[in-house]
């Protein structure tokens, strides 16, 4: 659990849904879709949208300034390439806030031909020109995971003196695990300690959550997310689980409607076409379902034995008691309840093991219709049995 400095530090998620999850390969949001998704975090409790790139065109532009008419409760932010016509574009745009992409590691700084001179004196530069033209300017380090650490705090240095109010630090390929990211982030907070931090994460290697939470640890104050982990390769860090990472693993209470996750999940991935497995965290369809029936006993008793949280709390309506092959007596009576019907214990172990040959047989789970089926067999049996003894 954190600390109560940890509590009292201003801590938020930003959402690039519509800038770094759109970046996947295939994904196109519409106007409409970007405006309703837009609307829709919002509602959720997300406190900073990044909402578009400028510099991909005046339809874009067009579709960001829409967003801003919303006049939505939180942070519209601009995302730009380190370039001032970048940012006279997000002028145009009517969001208050921009974020300028700088390159800090050797290899990015020799992809985009510069130099860690040339990358100083270029953020001395356009941080200036941005905070006289944005009500708050964040500042990416991209792919900082993989640069020089005294050249990453040379930089953060110079962003903060220049009027950066955040600096953000990119895990850009996912090579970070949560160690090296608490440490990095724990280090640039001792030496620039009145900069706000914020990580960006991809999920390369499955640990952008973790990552998220690590960096939260380590001191930063927001960390950028996406709706389902939508982005390019294997996606960003996941909004859901980061969000509930952080209320159940850290117990921190952010201003946020977690019970808005489900639908917000289900739309996204209808919208993009990307689907959404059985076994997500949070909102796959089998995550609060349970079958094996030592599970099956303690969720009956007390379902905080095998359950974080309730289904509720992330907008799921029920848990779901599966019969099937791994299937207990527990599972049986509960579900026979749901009928009006009883089974003694005898009939029970009999129903139990017809379930088990069934599920066996098919390769699969039974649905109720297929349970009271052979329940009525199994009765059907047990009153011929009475007969003849």
Not at 164 to 192: C, M, Y
Not at 319 to 324: F, H, N, T
Request: glycine share 8%; aromatic share 6%.
């Amino acid at each position: 659990m954190t600390s109560i400095a940890e509590k009292k530090r201003h801590i938020y998620l930003i959402d690039t849904t519509l800038r770094d999850g759109e970046q996947a390969p295939g994904v196109v949001f519409s106007p409409f879709q970007r405006l309703r998704l837009a609307y829709l975090l919002s509602e959720a409790g997300v406190k900073e949208l990044e909402i578009g790139n400028p510099a991909m065109g005046a339809e874009e532009c067009r579709v960001m300034g829409e967003i801003a008419k919303l006049d939505l409760p939180l942070r519209l932010t601009a995302w730009c390439r380190a370039r001032k016509e970048d940012i006279d574009q997000a002028c145009q745009t009517g969001v208050e806030s921009v974020h300028l992409s700088f390159p800090v590691s050797s290899l990015h700084i020799r992809i985009m031909k510069s130099s860690t001179r040339k990358v100083l004196e270029l953020a001395a530069e356009l941080i200036p020109y941005a905070a006289k033209r944005f009500e708050f300017v964040s500042v990416g380090a991209q792919d900082a995971s993989r640069a020089e650490r005294r050249f990453l705090h040379r930089f953060a240095r110079i962003a903060h003196r220049a009027g950066a109010n955040r600096l953000r630090l990119a895990d850009t390929v996912g090579v970070w695990n949560p160690i090296q990211a608490r440490s990095a982030f724990a280090a640039l907070k001792k030496k620039e300690p009145g900069l706000e931090l914020g990580f960006h994460g991809h999920n390369d290697l499955g640990m952008a959550t973790a990552n998220a939470v690590a960096a939260i640890l380590g001191g930063a104050n927001s960390v950028d997310v996406t709706v389902n982990g939508l982005g390019e390769r294997a996606g960003n860090a996941p909004l859901e689980q980061v969000a509930m990472a952080l209320k159940v693993s850290l117990g921190l209470e952010m201003e946020f409607n977690h019970n808005h996750l489900n639908n917000l999940c289900r739309e996204v991935a209808q919208i993009s076409g990307r689907s959404i497995s059985a076994d997500r965290p949070l909102v796959g369809s089998a995550v609060f379902s349970h079958e094996s029936g030592v599970h099956v006993k303690g969720i009956l008793f007390d379902p905080s034995s095998y359950e974080a949280f309730p289904p509720q709390s992330v907008g799921r309506v029920k848990r779901e008691i599966i019969v099937g092959r791994h299937s207990g007596r527990a599972a049986l009576r509960h579900t026979l309840s749901r009928y009006g019907l009883t089974l003694d214990e005898a009939a029970l172990s009999r129903l139990n093991s017809e379930v088990r040959f069934k599920a066996e047989r098919l390769a699969r789970s039974l649905s109720e219709e297929e349970l009271l089926v052979l329940a009525q067999k199994v009765s059907v049996e047990q009153i011929r049995d009475r007969r003849h003894q």
